[in-house]
């Protein structure tokens, strides 16, 4: 039997950091702080409203599809804005965190206006004690792992439809691996096919239908980045490109183990990580 233990696992976001500078990748996703033994995180505003606003439109689906919309989500996202507000959240005083408060509650109104698929039957991916995996390459022993927002069930098609919500004002940029990772995912782990996806960029209420990449693409391009991943870290070596002043991107997390007074810790988040605030880059 696999052992899920001794795997190479990525995902979207780690694959992203992966691209984006190996250095960040290795001090967001391997490093450990030798003295809590906790890997460590960034929290923004940006992010601490993506996870609130998720919360609310997520947890819809646990409910059933003809009750949905009869939810009090003004009081959901008071709830889950708890779990975001102050420090904590990354925000550097009140009138900033009312400000992004506010752009939250005008997306849940978005929504409410016109919930379009939130009102259709969802299907969830099977999750236990971790997210939702395959074994992408049993060769490399490496898994795939990942979080879809939502799936909506097509029964004029007996298909699929994956939709990720946005909650940033910029838009997915071309090349990116978020779909090819969801479309794995789903063929993976359930027997209906895909026959759509799209972005719901919430701010704007722009809805985007993408074109869905072919599944033998999306495997290959996928895979090439994770095997690049497995062999940093088999190599232990992830440099920054930028060398060793670092970039934008690695630069804050090396600030953390410097201990730079820029930056301040606020607790363990959600996925027992250390969350620090960094004023500076």
Known sequence: MQDKYSAVWVSHSSMGDFL??????????????????????????????GIAVHE?????????????????????????????AGKPGGFADDTEE??????GTA???TVKRDP??????????????????????????IILNGLIDWIEYLPETDSLHIVDFKTGRYEEK?????????????NALQKRPVSRASYWYLESDKFVE?????????????????????EARVRKVFECPQGAGGCAQCRPYELIIAKDPSVQYVGVGGFKQDMYVVQKV
């Open 98 to 103: 009312v400000a992004f408060k506010a752009r």
């Open 210 to 230: 993408k074109e869905l990449p072919d599944a033998e693409s999306a495997y290959r391009d996928v895979l090439e980045v994770a095997l690049k991943v497995k």
């Open 56 to 84: 609310v439109l997520e947890g819809l689906g646990d409910y059933p599809a003809e009750e949905r919309m009869s939810r009090d989500l003004d009081a959901d996202f008071e709830l889950a804005w708890r779990g975001v």
């Open 174 to 186: 071309a090349g990116s691996l978020q779909l090819p990772i969801y479309l794995l995912l789903c």
């Open 20 to 49: 984006k500078c190996p250095r960040l990748y290795f001090l967001h996703n391997v490093y450990k702080d030798p003295a809590t033994g906790r890997k460590m995180s960034i929290v923004t505003p940006h992010m601490s409203l």
């Open 116 to 141: 379009r698929f939130l009102i259709n039957k969802r299907i969830k991916l099977k999750k236990e004690t971790m997210n939702p995996n395959f074994l992408l390459s049993e060769d490399e022993n």
């Open 107 to 109: 997306m849940l109104e």
